[in-house]
């Protein structure tokens, strides 16, 4: 490893953000350095199939998807690194990112771990994640077309998610940590009035159990105790996962779930450092959206480093090839 080398831009996450983010950088010929702990191990991978992904026919699993995304900024001629971030100084020039392996120096960094830092697993979950275990509905829903299956969390994100299954699925076992149906009016009473949703109320998901696949997930209630319910799939949406930023301290500005803050050119409090993909305060988590993010969170670091200020530039992600017809 060279240790003086300094790149023009690190990317901190190999998922849909940080690919995308590495291709726009690398394309455009800024040295490009991406790290991430488990390139293989990003929420995307765990996807078994995948059919609503822009420019792709048919259907991909999320592993494959991945890999050509890798493959491809590395064409453009990204370098990609397996080290696990332990820390970061953002407000020197250059800033450095410290591994267990050592330490990187660049100019720009773009932030795109992801949110799968959520310490407190379900028995059971990591095992069948990709095998009836789900982090999106919207993603996974038709997956589970005519089956019974169970929906974990409260919230609006996760009512809307419920109500999406519903065109797919037989019925939503909705499991809501507390004694009401949270979330907003509108959508509270949309799944009140939804037959396909059966709630269940102070529900807690015990495990996740199947072998090979999810066949039932064990929960405890008030008023039925414990017992299994018979399901294909499980939708888990309960707080406490997290987007993975424990390495930056208190360096940016987050929000109150852990989540960075960032303008529309996806920069933080600090010049210089952006974010971008499921790290972000947003609600809605699609590889596509993050791609898109990472999209423009290189575009704006190429203007970062361009010395221009990205709040008044203009430019928008232009196509990998000439225009179609």
């Not at 690190?10 to 490009?32: F, K, M, S, V």
């Not at 799944?191 to 064990?218: D, F, M, T």
Request: overall charge negative.
């Amino acid at each position: 490893m060279d240790m003086l080398k300094i790149y023009e831009v690190i990317i901190l996450g190999g998922g849909p953000a940080g690919c995308a983010a590495a291709i726009y950088a690398a394309r455009a010929r800024l040295e490009t350095l991406v790290l991430d702990k488990d390139i293989s191990g990003a929420a995307l991978a765990w996807a078994p199939k995948i059919a609503n992904y822009p420019g792709v026919a048919g259907e991909i699993s999320g592993r494959e998807l991945l890999a050509t995304m890798v493959r491809q900024a590395e064409g453009f001629g990204a370098q990609f690194l397996q080290e696990k971030v332990l820390g970061a100084e953002l407000e020197k020039s250059p800033k450095e990112i410290f591994t267990a392996q050592g330490s990187h120096q660049g100019k720009a960094i773009i932030i795109a771990t992801g949110s799968m830092a959520r310490k407190d697993r379900i028995p059971g979950e990591e095992e069948l994640l990709g095998r009836g275990v789900s982090y999106c509905a919207t993603c996974d829903g038709a997956f589970f077309r005519g089956e019974e299956v169970a929906l974990a969390g409260e919230g609006d994100y996760a009512l809307e998610e419920a109500l999406a299954l519903c065109s797919h699925v037989a019925r939503v076992h909705l499991l809501v940590p507390g004694a009401e149906v949270r979330g907003s009016k509108e959508l509270v009473e949309r799944v009140l009035h939804e037959p396909k949703i059966e709630i269940r109320r102070q529900a807690r998901l015990l495990s996740i159990q199947g072998r090979g696949q999810v066949e039932a997930a064990r929960i405890s209630t008030p008023s039925e105790g414990e017992r299994d319910l018979a399901v294909k799939g499980i939708f888990i949406y309960l707080k406490g996962r997290s987007p993975e930023v424990e390495f930056l301290g208190d360096s940016l500005q987050m929000g109150d779930q852990g989540c960075l803050q960032v303008n529309q050119e996806m920069m933080t409090n600090l010049p210089g450092v952006f974010a971008a993909g499921d790290v972000r305060c947003k609600e809605l988590k699609q590889a596509v959206v993050a791609a898109a993010e990472g999209c423009l969170a290189a575009l704006a670091a190429l203007r970062y480093l361009q010395g221009s200020s990205p709040s008044q530039a203009t430019g928008t992600c232009p196509a990998q090839g000439p225009p179609s017809p």
